[in-house]
Structure formats: structure tokens, C-alpha cells
């Protein structure tokens, strides 16, 4: 069973910043896409971001483009969303997502078979 845990959330103001981490015990990450997703209360997971496993093919949700930015670092085996501008519909649990892969990415949660348990961002003033 990969185990993967999710830090950085918190609670920040409309125009803020905030980075998630996303950190892999009991495996490496080396082999795997990881993808983020966020669930809003009353609306189902939606993906946001997907990198893949050698970190060259990135995804990201429309909505995000241009204010998230998705990264690895294998080495010490995390991956990183950082979230700019930060709007009110970005509140949300974020989760990150794992699929061994090559050469893949997808925003589609039914696609990864390991999750971690969440980080709650909430944007707000």
C-alpha cells in the first residue's frame, strides 16, 4: 500500500499564496504520476494538476492555468503545487494522487489508485 500525505494547506486571503506538498513513504516516487485534486463542499473531485513520473509532461485544469505550478523532486521523493492569485472557488480538500506510469498524465480521479488523506485550503477574506 503506497502511502502519500499532504501538507501546506491552510487559510489564506483572495490574491494569496500557498504551497502543497505532497510526500511518498514507503515507496519512490521515481515510477509514479502524481496528480493533485481538490473537493469543494457538495461537488464531486475534480483534478487539477497531473505531472508525470520524469516530470517533463505537465497537466493542468483550465482553471488553474497560469496560477498553479505542479513540480517533482524525487530526490526527496515530494511533489509541490504552488498556488498563486488564489480565488474563493479554489477552497477545497486538496489531495494528491499516485499511478505508476511512463509517460503519462491525467486529471481524471478515477484513473489513480492511491491517495493521500487530504489537506483542507480555505480562500477567503
Known amino acids: 500500500q503506497l502511502h502519500l500525505v499532504e501538507s501546506g494547506g491552510g487559510f489564506v486571503q483572495p490574491g494569496g499564496s500557498l504551497r502543497l506538498s505532497c510526500a511518498a513513504s514507503?515507496?519512490?516516487?521515481?515510477?509514479?504520476?502524481i496528480g493533485w485534486f481538490r473537493q469543494a463542499p457538495g461537488k464531486e473531485r475534480e483534478g487539477v494538476s497531473c505531472i508525470s513520473r520524469n516530470g517533463i509532461i505537465l497537466k493542468y485544469a483550465e482553471s488553474v492555468k497560469g496560477r498553479f505550478t505542479i513540480s517533482r523532486d524525487n530526490a526527496k521523493n515530494t511533489v509541490y503545487l504552488e498556488m498563486s492569485s488564489l480565488k474563493p472557488e479554489d477552497t477545497g480538500v486538496y489531495y494528491c494522487a499516485a499511478r505508476r506510469a511512463l509517460g503519462w498524465t491525467s486529471l481524471t480521479p478515477a484513473d489513480f489508485n492511491s491517495w493521500g488523506q487530504g489537506t483542507q485550503v480555505t480562500v477567503s477574506s
Open positions: 514507503g515507496f519512490t516516487l521515481d515510477y509514479y504520476a
